[in-house]
């Protein structure tokens, strides 16, 4: 599976020609992967971008982009939160569960 779209590829994927892929990029809306040859971008935040379901991307503001990013850090945050909870508990109760095994012994 592919990790990396050129320009050409975005623009071919969106029906878009090459200079407004440029425009999004300019405008903050995509990102290039740094420290590659040539202009790739990831795959993972174009399908992101890509699943807030808009007709025409340029309704997407930086302002929006950014909030989502904070919102997804923090749901992504509290996900660890839980699953480090439930992973607690798991053991605590193995814990139990084996003294009292003890005890009936």
């Known amino acids: 599976m592919k990790t990396l779209l050129s320009r050409s590829e975005l623009a071919e994927r969106w029906g878009y020609e090459i200079s407004s892929i440029t425009r999004l990029e300019q405008e903050g809306i995509i990102h290039r992967v740094k420290n590659l040859q040539g202009v790739r971008y990831s795959i993972r935040e174009i399908e992101q971008i890509e ?14 982009y950014k909030k989502l990013e904070n919102e997804k850090d923090f749901w992504k945050g509290e996900y ?15 814990k139990v569960l084996a003294s009292g095994v003890e005890l009936i012994k």
């Open 80 to 94: 660890l939160k839980l699953k480090n909870a439930i992973s607690k508990s798991a053991n605590d109760l193995v």
């Open 51 to 64: 699943s807030l379901g808009k007709k025409d991307l340029r309704e997407i503001s930086f302002l929006d």
